[in-house]
Nanobody, 123 residues
Framework: QVQLVESGGGLVQSGDSLTLSCAAS????????IGWFRQAPGKEREGVSC????????SYADSLKGRFTISSDIAKNTVTLEMNSLEPEDTAVYYC????????????????WGQGTQVTVSS
């Protein structure tokens, strides 16, 4: 059974940093790409970042302006998303997703999804 468990969300102030983790079980990051997505209230889900299987390449939404960094730990089967200089506009539920493919893309199909973790940034 595939499980993706997000953690690390919380309430922070504008300008703070937060690191989200996505722990995968039932799959391996050797052959699965991982994506981070977010959905704010009343808005459509949007892609944030993704990392290819084995961590070979990454992709980010243009709107993030270099504030977020994605990385993977193959041994721990975990992907992290480091978020810096957080803004109130970053408030959303953040989801990680996985698909058995070598490459990643924010517009690609992802088969497995986690339950999400809430990130709230106050001004």
């Amino acid at each position: 059974q595939v499980q993706l468990v997000e953690s690390g969300g919380g309430l922070v102030q504008s300008g703070d940093s937060l690191t989200l983790s996505c722990a995968a079980s039932g799959i391996t990051l050797d052959d699965h790409a991982i994506g981070w997505f977010r959905q704010a209230p009343g808005k459509e889900r949007e892609g944030v970042s993704c990392i290819s299987s084995r961590g070979g390449s990454t992709s980010y939404a243009d709107s993030l302006k270099g504030r977020f960094t994605i990385s993977s730990d193959i041994a721990k089967n975990t992907v992290t998303l480091e978020m810096n200089s957080l803004e109130p506009e970053d408030t959303a539920v953040y989801y990680c997703a996985a698909d058995r493919t070598a490459f990643c893309g924010l517009g690609y199909y992802y088969e497995y999804w986690g339950q999400g973790t809430q990130v709230t940034v106050s001004s």
